[in-house]
């Protein structure tokens, strides 16, 4: 089973910028999809951003197109979430997540059942 830890979250102004990391551990990276999600204080947890196993496919949500930029390197085993241009609105704890099956990569939109191991968070506050 693998296990996820995020790190690099904090506060920043809102137009700044910051990347959040994800290391994995226990389990064959570089096999699965990895993913990103939020959750804002009283809100559903929301999918930001996945990327396959090979780093040739990457989807995002409509909110953070344009804005946010998932990598990964495989030789240490981390995925990475560059945040361009922040907004208030993207306050919120940010986890890293893998896909429950290896080499899979859906057409439909990923949704929290399709990744089997969490992080446990990492906040990102944005102040106006």
């Known amino acids: 089973q693998v296990q996820l830890l995020e790190s690099g979250g904090g506060l920043v102004q809102a137009g700044g910028s910051l990347r959040v990391s994800c290391a994995a551990s226990g389990g064959t990276f570089s096999n699965y999809a990895m993913g990103w999600f939020r959750q804002a204080p009283g809100k559903e947890r929301e999918f930001v951003s996945v990327i396959n196993w090979s780093s040739s496919i990457t989807r995002y949500a409509d909110s953070v197109k344009g804005r946010f930029t998932i990598s990964r390197n495989n030789a240490e085993n981390t995925v990475f979430l560059q945040m361009n241009s922040l907004k208030p609105e993207d306050t919120a704890v940010y986890y890293c997540?893998?896909?429950?099956?290896?080499?899979?990569?859906?057409?439909?939109?990923?949704?929290?059942?399709?990744?089997?191991?969490w992080g446990q968070g990492t906040q990102v506050t944005v102040s106006s």
């Open positions: 997540a893998a896909d429950t099956a290896p080499f899979r990569w859906r057409d439909s939109a990923y949704r929290r059942t399709d990744f089997g191991a």
